[in-house]
């Protein structure tokens, strides 16, 4: 297939694992050769998402994983919404805008997540909004290894609100059950 940029070719191969299909795009890159990306089925390079992490903040998550290669803008925007959904139900933040809501969190966490966190909405509100560079006029694209970085952030917190708690109770039950059957009252 000829096209006017280049020479692109389309293959279907299966997994040997699963033995389902999937299909890639070619394009010609002279001297290297074809370069292949897949394009179905859809996939991300991110690490998987934490067992203890809930449906209700895993789908935007996931969702800025998956377009963060076609859409760095796109990415951005799931990310910040992902943010300020964690802010409001598990640091109990409820302000008028996502700036005062990371404000008030800031003093929850530790400084190593509260640092990023505007960062977070900053690349979000570039995703959202057509801000315009003052020195070329032109609206300030977000580019993929900000996008990427909104992921971490995120991962972070992920890491915090939800994975740590949890491996801490298992701790805790752990060591009451050795406590309970040497007679010795529970941790508190």
Avoid at 38 to 52: C, H, I, L, M, N
Avoid at 91 to 96: F, P, T
């Amino acid at each position: 297939m000829k096209n006017s940029d280049g020479t692109r070719k389309v293959r279907i191969t299966e997994c040997p694992a699963c033995e389902k299909s999937t299909v890639e795009l070619g394009k010609f890159s002279g001297q290297f050769g074809w370069d292949y990306m897949q394009v179905y089925p859809k996939g991300s390079t991110r690490p998987p998402v934490p067992a203890e992490l809930p449906d209700e903040f895993a789908e935007d998550y996931l969702e800025a994983c998956l377009v963060l290669t076609d859409s760095p803008k796109a990415s951005a925007a799931l990310s910040r919404r992902c943010l300020q959904h964690i802010l409001r139900e598990k640091a109990g933040v409820k302000k008028k805008d996502l700036n005062s809501e990371i404000d008030s969190a800031i003093p929850l966490l530790p400084s190593h997540l509260a640092d990023l966190l505007h960062m977070v909405r900053t690349i979000g509100n570039f995703a959202a909004h057509p801000l315009k560079s003052t020195s070329t006029g032109e609206v300030v694209p977000v580019d993929f290894g900000e996008a990427e970085a909104q992921l971490e952030v995120l991962e972070g917190l992920f890491d915090f609100y939800f994975v740590q708690p949890k491996k801490n109770a298992d701790r805790k039950a752990a060591m009451n059950a050795k406590l309970a059957e040497v007679g010795k009252p529970p941790l508190t």
